[in-house]
């Protein structure tokens, strides 16, 4: 993939697609990357995740730990860390976030959940007892 006098990508670069990309892609290590094309398929990422105001992602499931959105998303997101919605977005589907960021002029519409680690304990011990 790297030619000799290719350099590898520095930490805190970012990298910026503005081609079409359709597929399932997985980034294993913490990246920053920047959508400004279409993309269709999964997209699994750390790091960083900017989609761009001329940005149209279709997917079944969006994650990645700090994601912002200017374009538009058709899909599920799933954000470990921060969710930011910039005006100019526009969500389709169910988000899940700890911190939540809405601009005005955004628009979702789908579920959000914002998952806190002492209910997740509090919503187990509620489920069994409604069980018994």
């Known amino acids: 993939m790297f030619k000799k006098n290719d350099k ?16 399932n892609v997985k980034f ?7 959508l400004n094309g279409k993309f269709e398929g999964e997209l699994e990422t750390k790091g960083t995740l900017i989609i761009g105001e001329k940005a149209d992602v279709k997917v079944k499931t969006l994650k990645g730990d700090t994601i912002t ?14 969710l930011e919605l910039a005006a100019t977005a526009r969500v389709i589907g169910n988000i899940e976030a700890p911190i939540l960021v809405i ?12 998952p806190v680690e002492d209910e997740k304990g509090e919503r187990k011990e509620s489920t069994k007892k409604k069980e018994e």
Not at 69 to 82: L, Q
Not at 103 to 114: F, N, R, S, T, V
Request: proline share 4%.
């Open 8 to 23: 590898p990508i520095a930490e805190g670069e970012v990298i910026n697609i503005e081609a079409g990309i359709e597929g």
């Open 28 to 34: 294993s290590g913490p990246v920053n990357l920047r």
């Open 103 to 114: 601009q005005e002029g955004a628009i979702l519409k789908g579920d959000c959940q914002m």
């Open 69 to 82: 959105i200017a374009g538009r998303v058709k899909g599920d997101i799933i954000s470990s860390k921060r």
